[in-house]
Nanobody
């Protein structure tokens, strides 16, 4: 069964840091881009970052310089290091990956940043 499982969310004060992880079942995910979206209450799901197969990260302007993506292909895992968190970063964070041309999503992990 194909699965993406996120972990690492939680409650943090503004200015703090969190590291999200997303473990994928199925070795095929390591051959494709993976990344993260987020969805704040009452808003649409927005793209946050994409981590290429070689580990390069493309990120949204709103998180550039604060969030860094990485991956461990041997573990089929992608990470999102989030620093200098702001209250507006509060959202459910979803990881995504591709397998056989189809996009898969994780179940989401809640990140709450208090002011």
């Amino acid at each position: 069964q194909v699965q993406l499982v996120e972990s690492g969310g939680g409650l943090v004060q503004a200015g703090g840091s969190l590291r999200l992880s997303c473990a994928a079942s199925g070795s095929g995910f390591s051959r494709n881009d993976m990344g993260w979206y987020r969805q704040a209450p009452g808003k649409e799901r927005d793209w946050v970052a994409t981590i290429t197969t070689t580990g390069r990260t493309r990120s949204a302007d709103s998180v550039k310089g604060r969030f860094t993506g990485s991956r461990d292909n041997a573990k089929n895992t992608v990470y999102l290091q989030m620093n200098r968190l702001k209250p507006e970063d509060t959202a459910v964070y979803y990881c995504f990956g591709f397998l056989n041309g189809q996009r898969y999503w994780g179940q989401g992990t809640q990140v709450t940043v208090s002011s």
